[in-house]
Structures are given as structure tokens and as C-alpha cells.
């Protein structure tokens, strides 16, 4: 008797191009990247799946997926919550950061003239989205980038391990960017690290790099302290969070 094959194992299985736990999960991942859900935010799963008009188990698996990503934690009395970041993991995210990416600098003399394209196309993605004022896609863009930068190194196990880490990393740079006044430095910024590393000025580059890390990760800190104080100040009262949207 012949084995059977993967492709007749999956035969008649019907695959959905957006499944409602994925539809769930991306939206409450852009209200939480836009701000509009701030760390602390407790997410209800009853108050989510009936103003939407889906099931809570549905509810229950989109922020499972999105406490895999590191948005969404759990907590002994509050359940779910949006991802509170405290000054310890800002500095341990950014650590992270620079000894991997300055190493992906060091790597870059190596990249193939398709790898220096796709990163300078992220830049031109960044400026298209900094110019449009679409938060979202800057730091969808910014994230790319550095992902790609780390692509240099060419060790698929530092890609998984620096993917694993994208969710916090995400969260740092949307807050971290929507406090910029000026989307502008973040297009200078990342184009003038594109050109060091295409002119071959790695050491540079990796000190610019460096620079422009501790300067977001003092920023972000200082914002997280700032959250601090207004939470404690306020720790009597238990926002609930609003909803992604509600079915038709």
C-alpha cells in the first residue's frame, strides 16, 4: 500500500484568504501600533466578541496570536492586557538591538547588490509613508528595514531569534516614532544609513547607527516613566478597551 502524501492528506481542505481570528488580531494590533490602545488597556474578551458579534474563542485566539507577537501580556487579576513595556525591557530590547545590528553593518560589505536594493526600497517605502502620515506602514517600514539589515549577517537562526523579538520591537518603535514632531528625521536617518553602508563606511555607519539606538531607546524611556507616574496616579480606574470594529 502506497504512503499517503501531503498532498493527499490536505486534499479538500478549504483555506480562507482572511480568517476571522486573523482579521480580529490585525486590527487590534493597528489600534494598539496608532496609539489608540495604550499599554495597560485591559482587552475583555465577553465585551470584544459581543460588540463585534463573533465568538470568544475567536476573540481568545486573535490576542493569543498577538501575545506571541509581544503586544498583549496576561496578568493574575486583569487578564489580557496591552503590552506594558518598563524601562528594564526598553534597555534590554535596544541592547539586543545593537550588538545585532552592528554585527549586520560589519556583514554588509558581503550583501549582494539584491539585498543593498531591497533596503534602499524600504527607505523609499519609509519616505512614502513618513510623507503620507501613515504611522502604521512608518513603522512597518522602519521595522523592515532593520530586519533586512540583519539579513546581512545570513544566519537564518539570528533571523528567527531577531523575528521573535519583532512584537516588542514594533511596540518600541511606534511610540518611539509617533513621538518624533518631525517624520522627516526618520527618513534622514535611514537614508543616510542606506548610503554609509552602500559607500562601504561601516564603522561610520555602525557609530551612527549606534547613536541614533540610544538616542530612541532615552527617548522611550522617558516616555515610559512618564506613563508610570500617570498610571499609578490613576491606578483606581480600569479602562475598558474600545472594539476593532462591529460585524454587519
Known sequence: MAAATAGDSIQGLE??????????AGAVREMILRGELLPGTPLREIQMAESIGISRNTVRDAVRALAREGLVTHTMHRGAIV???????VVDVFRVRERIETQAIEASGSATPEQLAEL????RRLERAANADDW???VEADCLFHRRL???????????????????????????????????E???EHRELYD?????????CSARLTEHLHLAKERLCRLVRIWDESSTAASDNDHEAPVPGRAE
Open 15 to 24: 483555506i480562507k484568504r482572511a480568517s476571522a481570528v486573523d482579521q480580529v
Open 83 to 89: 503590552a506594558r513595556l518598563t524601562e528594564r525591557d
Open 120 to 123: 534602499e526600497e524600504t527607505v
Open 136 to 138: 502604521e506602514q512608518v
Open 150 to 184: 540583519v539579513g546581512f549577517l545570513g544566519s537564518p537562526r539570528l533571523d528567527r531569534f531577531y523575528d521573535n523579538i519583532q512584537g516588542e520591537l514594533r511596540l518600541c518603535l511606534s511610540i518611539v516614532d509617533r513621538a518624533n514632531d518631525d517624520p522627516r
Open 186 to 188: 526618520l527618513i534622514g
Open 196 to 204: 554609509l553602508i552602500a559607500g562601504g563606511e561601516r564603522a561610520r
